[in-house]
């Protein structure tokens, strides 16, 4: 008595029928309003249950439900739950022969054309797990909710819902909401045209409401629908951004974003390395925690962390010339987050309090639009950068400033066979830095093609050699050094360099973390 809707089976091989169509249509009309992708996914589940329903009803009243204990006479109808409830006429009736279950009777059931004679057993009274009483089997196989199928046999229904009504042609969305493209207000490239000319005459992201007053749609559409329409429209064109902070939805321009914010710089591209954690000695282990890389293994951050407004973060070498802030997990709850794939923020100059557009992309981990503060401050790779989030949500940007002066520095370099080579050189700098991690680099574009150079080296031969580089500098290397100095060429977490280094029988451990080649 188990009902199909019940099953996972029913619910993996679903597809959006026509009918489906039409009710997910009425659902949404009867609603008056946008409705997310869960919310369609209940209505849908609880339109199949009941339809499975209301046909097993039917199905029950064109007949007897077959069960052996019954008696049974030639032209009864029986249905049939263990075949798919279905129909058949008795055609025959004899008596059954096997002594074990005493007397009973068999019947032959004819199912119609095409199908073949089936015979079964009546007027059974052994035990028997269909001899229970009809009410009870209703009752014990009643239909559980939606909520409960949709977080158990349904779970991946959404999902596949989704995908199914991006496919339809009558379905319009907006992030997760859905609307039939009938209901939508007009929206034609003029209308476009006008939202882009009125960002570009603003220069700053607009919400939808303040653009949906200059465009005079017709007053009969109610402002939701008029609100979905337009935002519908905007997500579908190139032209605009979706960069608002929390529930807002603010528009801007692509144009006029830097590169970097939609773009992932090429020295950020990261790729994950497999690395031994067990090589990881507990102070290596926690150096890697301390150093706080964007796409280190997830920390869960404590409520009081998340309630911090300040966070200092030291700037790596491909965030330097990226002209990006890393979102790890000290920076991540600074920054606001919205619906779009980028959030706009006004960020601050610590030093001469300018203000001036960053745009936090989520999927990359980082926050672009500092390259000409950067520059303006000759930031160099090792340099501290401290962070204070605002109430307001504008977020004031500085670093730890010293009086300038030329001091000794790693720099990085191209050499004529076309290899990293990092020397020693005096560089004018105004800032507090990490020594360890400090090194800067003429040339990025030439330096940006050692990527592809060293793209194909095992990172235990990269880190060797880079190690092995450093050491003639120095003797011995501090890990952070390596770490610094190989994200030059690939970009890579400081675990798997770590676990390199601590695995190499050609290195020595020295206290604190440093290294230095065995004689």
Known sequence: MQRKTQTAEYWQSFSLTPTDIEFLRTVLVDAERPLTTLEMAE????????????ELRADLARGVLY?????????????FPQLDYRLGEVVGLRAGENPEYGQFEVITVDFGSGRRRREFAASLDAAHRLNADLPDMLQSSAPVSSDALLTGDARDLPAALETALRQDDGFASFEDHWLPKDLLAEIHIGHL?????????????????????????????RDDIAAFSLQAALAADE????????????????????VEAHTLPEALAYGAEAYDPAALTPDLAKLAFELDDEWSDEVEVSDARRAVQTATITLTYP??????????????????????ERTMVTLIDGRWGNRFSGWVNHGGRYVAGL?????????PAGAYITLERRDDGEVVVDFRPKRMRREWM???QLTEEGRLDIQVRKQEISCEYDEQMVIGGDRTDELAGLRQAYAAMPLAQLVFEVFSDLAGLSGSVHAKTVYSAVNVVRRVTPEPVFAALASDDRLERLPESSFRLIA
């Not at 209505?43 to 329903?53: F, G, I, M, P, T």
């Not at 979706?242 to 830097?258: A, S």
């Not at 390259?371 to 930031?379: A, D, N, R, S, V």
């Open 43 to 54: 209505a849908l589940v609880s339109e199949r249950v009941r339809r499975e329903e209301s």
């Open 239 to 258: 032209r605009f951004d979706q960069v608002g902070p929390g529930d807002e939805r603010q528009w801007f321009l692509r144009r006029l974003e830097p």
């Open 410 to 412: 790693r720099w990085a």
């Open 371 to 379: 390259q000409g503060w950067m520059e303006k401050h000759k930031l």
């Open 193 to 221: 045209n006008i939202a882009e000319a009125i960002i570009d005459m603003n220069q700053t992201a607009l919400a939808t409401a303040a653009l949906q007053k200059e465009l005079d749609l017709p007053a009969e559409i």
């Open 67 to 79: 069960q052996p204990k019954k008696q049974y006479a030639i032209g009864d109808s029986v249905i």
């Open 319 to 340: 965030h330097a010339i990226s002209g990006t802030l890393p979102l790890n997990r000290h920076a991540r709850n600074l920054f606001p987050q919205g619906f779009g």
